[in-house]
């Protein structure tokens, strides 16, 4: 089952989005040549504290840290460690959630640290991040969850990879439903599956967390023994972009961003719902 939202819950959920935000600015800053993952995870928790929001991904499932901190092959899941440490040329991803008076926000970007890298790494993150804003658009009354995961790979797929080839869009891990929990159905592919049909209807109250997850060359992936991180197969290096998204009776609400996507979706000829926290 779906959980659709009243307007007065997509406004906590907005808050639990600007916490979200927040950790994201200021892991963003953080993430330089020399620190540690857990330096990042530190920043995490002290920006919760701050907000008095509690972390979403301490103790899911067992996980042992407040983020996930996935690095080069890495694509999701890396567990933050003092024993990583980021050197110049890396790419992270910083996937982090966060919950108010009961409501969940979840997001992810990818970050590149200190400089020198390849053209190649800086247009996949753009293709990546571009596609999940083609998904976002795509949360429309009358659509279907399919829609967005159309929107997503037919973004991706008319992208140019330079040096030629295509880019892998992960297959074994998607966006998803978020409200009372951070995961909720449904489940959202990256890509159009035709053997899961159309899936459900996209109303008002309908809110998702929508992540594309892209490399430089497979869609396989496989877990380490620690039974969280994800890497490429092939070891190829990857990028993770998500935004959690309400989809209101005055169109896509983009509950993770400052500005709830409005310069976004501007830029792709769609008004974003107003913010409902002013």
């Known amino acids: 089952m779906v959980q659709i939202k009243s ?9 639990a989005g600007l916490v979200v935000a927040a950790i994201h600015a200021a892991t963003r800053e953080a993430a330089v040549p020399g620190a540690t993952t857990k330096d990042l995870d530190q920043v995490a928790r002290k920006v ?3 907000h008095n929001a509690k972390p979403n991904f301490l103790g899911y499932g067992g996980f042992p840290a407040t983020i996930c901190t996935s690095v080069n092959e890495v694509v999701v899941h890396g567990i933050p460690s003092d024993d990583v440490v980021l050197k110049d040329g890396d790419v992270i991803s910083i996937d982090c959630g966060a919950i108010i008076d009961g409501w969940h926000g979840d997001a992810a970007f990818t970050a590149f640290v200190g400089s020198g890298h390849s053209p190649e790494l800086v247009e996949l993150s753009r293709v990546t991040e571009e596609s999940m804003w083609a998904g976002i658009a795509a949360m429309k009354q009358g659509n279907r969850l399919v829609d967005v995961s159309r929107a997503i790979e037919t973004y991706i797929r008319r992208q140019p990879k330079p040096g ?3 880019y892998g869009i992960i297959e074994d891990y998607g966006g998803h439903g978020i409200g009372t929990e951070m995961h909720m159905d449904p489940h959202l592919l990256n890509y159009v599956d035709r053997r899961r049909g159309k899936g459900p209807k996209l109303v008002p109250g309908f809110c998702l967390a929508i992540e594309p997850m892209v490399s430089l060359g497979t869609p396989k992936t ?3 023994q620690d039974d ?4 490429t197969t092939d070891g190829t290096w990857s990028s993770h972009w998500e935004h959690s998204v309400a989809l209101t009776e005055d169109g896509p609400l983009v509950l993770t961003s400052p ?3 409005k310069a976004k979706l501007a830029e792709l000829g769609i008004v ?3 913010d409902p926290l002013g």
């Open 7 to 15: 307007p007065e819950q997509i406004a906590k959920m907005r808050e």
């Open 48 to 50: 919760l504290a701050e």
């Open 164 to 166: 030629g080839g295509k």
């Open 222 to 224: 496989e877990v380490l």
């Open 228 to 231: 969280w991180t994800v890497i």
């Open 259 to 261: 500005d709830g996507g």
């Open 272 to 274: 974003a719902a107003p």
